[in-house]
């Protein structure tokens, strides 16, 4: 039985801008989909390096997005910062924080915000470790805040992907969570050292896939581990 991450999905007020915020960044949008609650999109790199992300617009919902304090970031990996930064301004999308060398990693990093609100990290490694200089922009991981990160590194870990890394940086513990032969996208989870406030979902994040070669096993097997269940494995006729 192997698991590995798929997409994650955000809810987003207008789909359309949302789209072309990822499509402005080099990401292609390769479907769009209609359910009985919401229409969705998913954008990724068009030779599928990468993770993915997905946007839904619920049609019942047509507030702003609540934020919470759940969703921190997502990263767009690059080898072009200068042209992927340059293209997300001559958009009039906004910015954070202007491209910038970081001193601990051999990275320069700049910051900027889709429409709905939501923090973008734009990465270019120097060298990127899989020896890439060509790809232009592929997605990153996806970064969260738990409010226990052991805890958590073990419910994904039983759900079969595994801790590549751990890291603190000033005030927050981080780790990343993959399958462990680079399959599929990455999850990050940041715990907060010095707030200890309950962390809200708000209305931003909706759901993270995890794909399997055996549902019914991984189901098992999560179940054994102690999670919640919240829908038993079924086939879904229009997939």
Known sequence: MEAWLGQYCINVTDLDAGVKFYETLGLTNTS????????????????????????????ENTEPINHGNAFWKAYINTNDMERLYQAAMDAGYESQSAPARADRWPVTVAFIRDPDGYLVEL?????????????????????????????????YEGLGLSCTSQTDIPNVSEAILENANGQGGKIQLAQKLDDDSPIDMGTAMWKLYVHTDDCEGLHKAALGAGFREMMKPMLLEQW
């Open 32 to 59: 769009r989909t209609e359910i009985p609650n919401a229409f969705e999109a998913i954008v990724e790199n068009a030779d599928l390096k990468g993770g993915k992300i997905q946007l839904a617009r619920q049609k």
């Open 123 to 155: 990465v270019q490694r120097h060298p990127w470790l899989d020896g890439d200089d060509t790809t232009y922009t592929w997605v990153g991981q996806y970064c969260v805040y738990v409010s226990d990160i052991e805890r958590t590194i073990k419910h």
